[in-house]
């Protein structure tokens, strides 16, 4: 499931970019660049899905459901 690290603004900032720039040399504002290609590739990560068995159903989601809801 995508989270919130697989958002392009937050890897960004919390080490996705840092890390394409150092070990790749990655200019991660170029639109060619791994960063790039992998935010490209978690935009078609599911934001959550549902697992149906004959008897259940499971709701999957990056970090669960607050107690709240």
Same mark, same amino acid.
């Given at each position: 499931?995508?989270?919130?690290?697989?958002d392009?603004?937050?890897?960004?900032? #919390?080490g996705?970019?840092? @890390?394409?720039?150092?070990?790749?040399?990655?200019?991660i !504002?170029?639109?060619?660049?791994? $960063?790039?290609? #992998?935010?490209?590739?978690? @935009?078609?990560?599911?934001?959550?899905?549902?697992?149906? !068995?004959?008897?259940?159903?499971? $709701?999957?989601?990056?970090?669960?459901?607050?107690?709240?809801?």
């Open positions: 499931m995508r989270g919130n690290h697989e392009k603004n937050v890897n960004r900032f #919390l996705l970019g840092a @890390e394409c720039e150092k070990r790749l040399g990655d200019d !504002d170029d639109a060619n660049s791994a $960063f790039a290609k #992998l935010n490209e590739a978690f @935009e078609q990560m599911p934001l959550a899905a549902v697992i149906k !068995d004959k008897d259940q159903k499971i $709701f999957c989601c990056h970090g669960g459901i607050g107690p709240s809801v």
